[in-house]
């Protein structure tokens, strides 16, 4: 990197930390002025910064992991959480925001009641805060640290960075400038430099994308040159084939992935994992938005930004990196590496600031988010009920320099991306399904939700490191455990087995919540369906919601999003065939959730007005 590159990104980091500075007075009011932004974000700021949170540093780095070494179908990894991402408009965004929650924890002692709900909260709000979202960090510090030692950063002062924990210790400097306005901002600070920080990583990932697609002469070039270099189905999107006699569909022979990998992605995955309802941080952007249309119109513009619009610069830049570094050992770094070899002076320092940015993003939510449990859901409730605001910011702060440092103690542990990735699912997976049903079923009590969230962190860091015991390979240890937990799909697949025999056997094993508690959470979510019809009848109150309709619309909306995705991606790897089908859906798709939201609902009656 040349003077020129080093003062953009210099200029960057002072601009980011003046807007913090300035906007540090809006935080400093209230605890919800610091986590929530006083419940007055608008949509548009919402959306943007769920969608600049998704995009960290190691996001391109793992994606050009998961193509090099699984092919571009690998990506269903994290593309079947669209499915729920859409479900979480139609269905809980409005019900977060009526909860007027701080946290997801906070909602555990609306919806359930005594001592258990206490240890719920308690329990949910330290794993979240410290284990799950420090693992977390210490996964984008990771991506930092390989982006600094691919750029040679360091060699470029004249010092020999040879040991990798200097290079740790560089990003640890980079996330105690963000811990700074972070902490000084609150969600203020974060949404607002999520705003610029998001502008400026797509246009880095845009650059990126089209410098190295034209400098190795353009998409048919690349197409030609990929099977030359791998054996792999590289550009199979969906690894699923018509026969050769064309009767049948088939699972690619040569596809990066396993089939039960594909079916527990696509079917499993995203109901069974532990924000199967829109929790962890997107609570906390749908508690700060004006209403609950805003609520709803955020969660949209995620959805298209993430899904959509940032898909395929990503994949493009994997697959020129794969044609250009077809012997890299760690097909990760093929990203900075491209980076090096294509971007002239200015340009480097454009894309390596807006790496900074799309880290320093994901990191200053995270260290909000987690100090938000650590303040809300454990001083505020057991420590001190009574603390002042003034007091309550102030443990907001503190708790966010916590949370930082544990961040950076993962970061020296973590090696791998796309091994840190697939943990942080494993020890959220087989909770989900609790999830999604309290909110539509009475029955659903504490220690159900209790039991899956304890087993399925520990089910699952269990399972995650279980390939790695040192068995004989005739023992029954390796073909019952070891082998089996090898494989992604079936280690998916056996997580949520095992955690949802636990917690269904434990909710009908202890009583479930008392009718008081039950009637209130109804008064705050109204949700709908056939769930909490005596609810309906003590409370007199209807749903605000009509949750078939809702569902036909959540339905409808997948049918658009992934028909846009994977008709963009068929065009533009020219497979015609493909892109004109799921072109197809995607009309069907967004005809039919026009025609839903032209339906007129009948007006509801003003809470409190009801008769009974």
């Known amino acids: 990197m040349q003077s020129i590159d080093w003062f953009i990104v210099v200029s960057y980091l002072v601009v980011t930390m003046a807007l913090g500075v300035y906007l540090s007075r809006k935080a400093s009011k209230s605890l919800a002025d610091f986590f929530v932004s006083g419940r007055s974000l ?126 740790i210790w560089s990003v640890v400097g980079v996330s105690i400038f963000v811990l700074v306005y972070a902490g000084l901002a609150g969600l203020w600070g974060v949404v607002a430099t999520d705003f610029f920080q998001f502008i400026l990583a797509l246009v880095g990932a845009l650059l990126v994308a089209g410098i190295a697609l034209n ?18 189905d590289i550009l199979s999107i969906v690894p699923v084939h018509l026969s050769g006699d064309g009767t049948v569909l088939e699972f690619s022979k040569t596809a990066g992935i396993t089939l039960s990998a594909f079916l527990a992605n696509i079917f499993v995955q995203w109901w069974s994992w532990r924000r199967s309802d829109g929790g962890g941080e997107f609570v ?22 993430h899904y959509v619009v940032r898909t395929w610069p990503w994949i493009v830049v994997a697959l020129v990196a794969l044609v250009v570094f077809p012997d890299l050992p760690d097909k990760e770094l093929g990203y900075p590496k491209l980076m090096l070899e294509y971007l002239g002076p200015g340009l480097l320092g454009l894309v390596v600031a807006s790496l900074i940015a799309a880290f320093m993003s994901t990191v200053s939510t995270s260290i909000n ?36 440092a544990l961040g950076a103690v993962a970061a020296f542990v973590a090696e791998d991306i796309a091994q840190v990735f697939e943990l942080i699912i494993a020890i959220g997976t087989g909770s989900g399904l609790v999830l999604i049903l309290r909110w539509f079923w009475w029955r659903v009590n504490a220690a159900a939700e209790l039991t899956a969230i304890v087993a399925s962190f520990i089910v699952g860091s269990l399972a995650t490191f279980a390939p790695q015991w040192d068995v004989e390979p005739s023992s029954w240890a390796f073909r019952w455990v070891v082998a089996p937990m090898s494989d992604y799909g079936l280690r998916v697949i056996f997580i949520t087995v095992v955690v949802s025999l636990l917690w269904i056997a434990v909710m009908w094993l202890t009583p479930p ?42 339905v409808a909306a997948n049918l658009l999003l992934f028909g846009v995705l994977l008709s963009s991606g068929g065009f533009l790897l020219l497979q015609p065939l493909m892109g004109w089908c799921w072109l197809v859906v995607a009309v069907v798709g967004g005809t039919w959730l026009r025609r839903l939201n032209k339906r007129k609902l009948v007006a509801l009656p003003r809470p409190g007005l009801e008769e009974n």
């Open 42 to 167: 608008p949509w548009w700021l919402v959306g943007t910064s769920m969608a600049a949170t998704t995009f960290s540093i190691d996001t391109p780095l793992l994606i050009t992991g998961i193509v090099g070494n699984r092919g571009i179908a690998g990506n269903w990894l994290w593309w079947s959480f669209g499915i729920s991402h859409l479900i979480m408009i139609y269905i809980f965004a409005k019900m977060w925001r009526r909860s007027e929650v701080i946290t997801d924890a906070e909602l555990t002692e609306i919806r359930y009641g005594g001592s258990t709900a206490a240890w719920l909260r308690g329990i949910k709000a330290f794993i979240f805060a410290v284990p799950m979202n420090c693992i977390g960090i210490g996964y984008a510090m990771l991506g930092m640290v390989k982006v600094v030692d691919a750029l040679n950063i360091w060699e470029g002062f004249g010092i020999e960075a040879t040991d990798t924990d200097l290079k």
């Open 215 to 232: 400098r190795i002469g353009g998409m048919e070039t690349l197409i030609d040159r990929i099977p030359q270099v791998t054996d792999i």
């Open 284 to 305: 906390q952007r749908f508690a700060a938005a004006k209403d609950e249309a805003g609520a709803e119109k955020a969660a949209w513009t995620f959805n298209i930004m």
């Open 369 to 404: 988010w987690g100090a938000s449990f650590i303040t809300n859901d454990l001083y505020l409730r057991f420590v001190e009920p009574e603390a002042s605001q003034t007091k309550l910011v102030f443990v907001g702060r503190f708790s966010s320099v916590i949370v930082t």
């Open 513 to 554: 919540e008392a009718e008081e508690t039950l009637d209130n959470f109804y008064r705050h979510a109204r949700p709908g369906g056939l769930g909490w019809s005596r609810q309906q009848a003590n409370t007199g109150l209807f749903p605000a919601q009509d949750l078939l309709t809702d569902l036909k619309r959540a």
